[in-house]
């Protein structure tokens, strides 16, 4: 049994109490700490992830106990791609929140940072769905927090919704899973995937009934249409590094929908439009990359959706894409916000922006990537998305939907980067904001767009793992007998 499973939950699960009761008055050792913990998280996500590319799925039993009666964690190829994926974004993430100052805007920005980690981690490693709920109230929990952090009456009320729509879910959760053990007597993912097979008829539609409720839980965490109107308010007046870590969040959603369903194309389209046509309507810049999300969230379920091996490769390209676009945006974002004081993230014409050369050339760049243009990675996986459904029988929507809403795209981010960085306007005097360090936030926001480049240049050796990676998720046997031992 590989003990190193459970290290990136335990790791972060130490972290966070050890910060909150022996150092929550020194806010350099908490950073310090914080940042040699997810350091040594991505160290350890590494490690697992070449352990999962030989094939192997690995199985940790918590007290010893077997499956289905003790909890499991689970690493195959797609869980330790997610961790690694949550691991690199966190580094990236914290090192931006350390040098632009965000984390002293409060005192437990870390604890709640470590707790998120923990909750994420443990969402994608578990093979319970019990579980599964129980590691999405701790992100939750500690995503309440990292939502409110720095104070503001808008980040209190978009706070406040936020926490009101995820109970709703946390409660249909429960829900679910109540019905679903009422059928099948089991939360464990592969026993009740064996006792699915041998279900009595008359079962079928309180089975399915149960599924619904799930998916529609799922579809929430992933802000699918049309439960999607948390996420524009909630990303847009959380902080910036907040709301680039939260771009894993609705991936958590996409990975439990990946594991379980695949019947989504009608949301997923919509979701594509209507991310898109917030790009272009909406007036504010952290909104428009709030709808950007919703935007490539609809990609990426499209991809799901299709159901075929091709496509979940194309589908698990274009996450790992997504996550580094989407965080690229939200910290460039932050950027322009904090050079251009009270006029904030208005999209309007203002005084020229202090070292607005390099912010430009980055929100170009996150822009591109974002709208799915060459050379970056978000080209090639709406590519590889269109190319999985030429056989498919909505091919025509499909390559509209997403060939129309990627002009519509370029055009909504040309518009706001023009506004930005090209209008002036001298009839505005915003107040002058000092930053404590002017190079290296632009240095940080630079990594995850490196990152993208990067994922298109090794777009080959990153597309045989994640065809590997689809192979067993359509061939659930080995999961099912590494897990149940059989």
């Known amino acids: 049994m590989n003990h190193w499973i459970i290290a990136p939950i335990v790791l972060p699960a130490m972290l966070a109490p050890l910060m909150v009761f022996a150092i929550r008055h020194d806010l350099n050792l908490q950073w310090l700490f914080s940042m040699a913990g997810t350091v040594a998280l991505a160290s350890i996500a590494v490690a697992l992830t070449v352990a999962a590319s030989t094939g192997t799925i690995e199985v940790y039993e918590l007290g010893n106990w077997p499956a289905p009666f003790g909890i499991v964690l689970v690493l ?15 580094a990236c993430v914290l090192v931006y929140a350390v040098v632009s100052r965000w984390d002293m805007k409060g005192r437990h920005f870390h604890p709640l940072f470590q707790f998120q980690l923990m909750g994420i981690c443990g969402a994608f490693l578990t093979g319970d769905a019990f579980n599964l709920f129980v590691f999405f109230e701790v992100l939750l929990i500690a995503s309440y927090g990292l939502m409110i952090h720095g104070g503001g009456a808008m980040r209190l009320r978009a706070g406040v919704q936020y926490v009101v729509i995820n109970l709703a879910g946390s409660t ?9 053990y009422a059928v099948t007597g089991t939360l464990n993912m592969a026993d009740m995937a064996v006792r699915v097979r041998d279900l009595a008829p008359g079962d079928e539609a ?9 998916l ?8 699918l249409v049309p439960i999607h109107f948390w996420l524009p308010g909630t990303y847009a007046n959380a902080p910036a590094p907040v709301a680039a870590l939260f771009a894993i969040m609705t991936k958590v959603g996409a990975y ?17 439009v209507i991310g898109i046509v917030g790009v272009l309507g909406t007036g504010t810049l952290m909104r428009l990359v709030a709808f950007s999300v919703i935007g490539s969230m609809g ?9 075929t091996p091709q496509a979940t490769v194309a589908a698990l390209y274009y996450m790992l894409h997504s996550t580094l676009a989407a ?3 939200f910290l460039i974002a932050d950027l322009v916000v904090t050079r251009r004081g009270n006029m904030g993230d208005r999209l309007i014409p203002g005084p020229p922006i202090s070292q607005g050369g390099p912010i430009a050339a980055l929100f170009f760049a996150a822009a591109i990537g974002m709208a799915g243009m060459p050379p970056l990675s978000g080209f090639i996986g709406k590519l590889m998305t269109l190319d999985a459904a030429r056989h498919s029988a909505e091919m025509e929507v499909i390559w509209t939907a997403i060939l129309a809403t990627s002009l519509l795209a ?13 209008k002036v306007s001298t009839e505005t005097n915003p107040i002058e904001v000092s930053t404590p360090s002017v190079t290296l936030p632009i240095a940080v926001a630079m990594v995850p767009i490196a990152a993208m480049v990067l994922l298109a240049v090794l777009a080959g050796p990153v597309t045989s793992y994640l065809g590997a990676t689809a192979t067993q998720l359509y061939d659930p046997t080995p999961y099912i007998d590494a897990v149940l031992k059989r």
């Not at 439990?256 to 594509?272: D, E, F, G, K, V």
Request: glycine content about 4%.
């Open 76 to 90: 195959d190829r797609l869980s330790a791609m997610m961790v690694m994926l949550t691991a690199a974004l966190a």
């Open 172 to 180: 249909l959760f429960l829900f679910a899973l109540g019905t679903l």
């Open 206 to 214: 309180l089975l399915r009934v149960g599924a619904l409720l799930l």
């Open 216 to 223: 529609m839980v799922f579809a929430l965490k992933a802000a």
């Open 256 to 272: 439990a929908i990946l594991r379980t369903y695949t019947l989504l194309m009608p949301a997923a389209l919509l979701s594509l």
């Open 299 to 307: 990609t990426l379920m499209i991809a799901i959706a299709l159901f």
């Open 327 to 329: 965080a690229a945006l």
């Open 410 to 422: 370029i055009v909504g981010f040309a518009r706001a980067g023009s506004v930005l960085f090209w």
